[in-house]
């Protein structure tokens, strides 16, 4: 086994899948949802946040998404938006949270607002980092790091090396992809079909942001190679309880390289201080 493997937690029956979640702390929930990168998984993603939700009295749920860290991860179907709002909304169901604060990341920030728009009932607040879903398909594309993700999982198996070349383009900072992060994500990538990125489907909600009815705050890397950072207009110029923060000397993970400041902001968020 992996030294650096991500730790095992409980798993949510959603039909005729698993949902791998963690679970920290007690009080008002607080949801997290990775992003679709390479390897990906919650506790990858989210790991030096967790103690922030927890020592305001909150509790800091992490789910595995379908496709991801370990979950399941079938290959015969598409991964669509429908999907992953439906096994997240079940597993959340089947853990017992009907109310809950959303803290997602890139594609994690896509499935959000989506949830955020179909279960108004149950999102208390976003916290959305660089979230994905808001632009069309060709903008994603077109970004330059999601085009190295891509055509590194097209070409074939993704060495440790290939698959540091790919997290380096998610930070400015290239010191934040040490040793210890490869090695994580490498042992989830293994168990990865190629199918997770190359059946994907997620339209764009950018013209539906008007609808959320929840507040939103977000946080965007200037130099972020995934999502355009001009992103954030589009809520600011839509949501009317919304603001966000953009760190320079940043690309895609701010709750990473700016995780200090991104912690003392969530505290701040989560407690109304």
């Known amino acids: 086994m992996n030294a650096f493997a991500p730790p095992r937690g409980s798993t949510a029956k959603v039909g005729e899948y698993d949902i791998h979640y963690l679970s920290y702390g007690e009080g008002p929930a607080v949801v997290f949802l990775h992003g679709s990168?390479?390897?990906a998984s919650a506790?990858?993603?989210?790991?030096q946040n967790i103690d922030a939700v927890v020592n305001c009295g909150h509790r800091a749920v992490l789910i595995d998404m379908i496709g991801f860290g370990y979950s399941s991860k079938p290959a015969d179907l598409d991964y669509t938006m429908k999907?992953?709002?439906t096994t997240v909304k079940a597993a959340l169901d089947t853990i017992g949270i009907d109310r809950c604060s959303l803290v997602g990341n890139s594609l994690g920030g896509g499935v959000s607002i989506r949830l955020a728009l179909d279960h108004p009932e149950m999102v208390q607040r976003l916290i959305l980092m660089a979230p994905g879903a808001i632009e069309e398909r060709e903008t994603y594309f077109a970004m330059p790091g999601i085009a190295k993700m891509v055509s590194a999982f097209v070409e074939g198996p993704v060495?440790?090396?290939?698959l540091r070349t790919v997290l380096e383009s998610l930070v400015f900072?290239?010191?934040?992809?040490?040793?210890e992060l490869v090695e994580e994500r490498f042992c989830i990538l293994e168990t990865q079909p190629k199918e997770v990125l190359l059946r994907m489907v997620i339209p764009?909600?950018?013209e539906q942001l008007s609808k959320l009815q929840c507040p939103v705050?977000?946080?965007w890397g200037q130099q972020d190679q995934m999502t355009p950072v001009s992103g954030a207009t589009k809520f600011l110029n839509q949501v009317s309880e919304c603001e966000f923060q953009i760190f320079s000397d940043c690309g895609h993970w701010v709750m990473v390289e700016y995780a200090e400041r991104f912690n003392l902001a969530l505290?701040?968020?989560l407690t109304g201080a």
């Open 204 to 206: 764009s909600m950018g």
């Open 267 to 269: 505290g701040i968020i």
């Open 217 to 219: 705050f977000g946080f």
């Open 37 to 39: 990168g390479l390897g």
């Open 83 to 85: 999907l992953f709002v």
């Open 173 to 179: 900072h290239p010191k934040h992809i040490t040793d």
């Open 43 to 47: 506790y990858s993603n989210f790991k």
């Open 159 to 162: 060495s440790r090396e290939g």
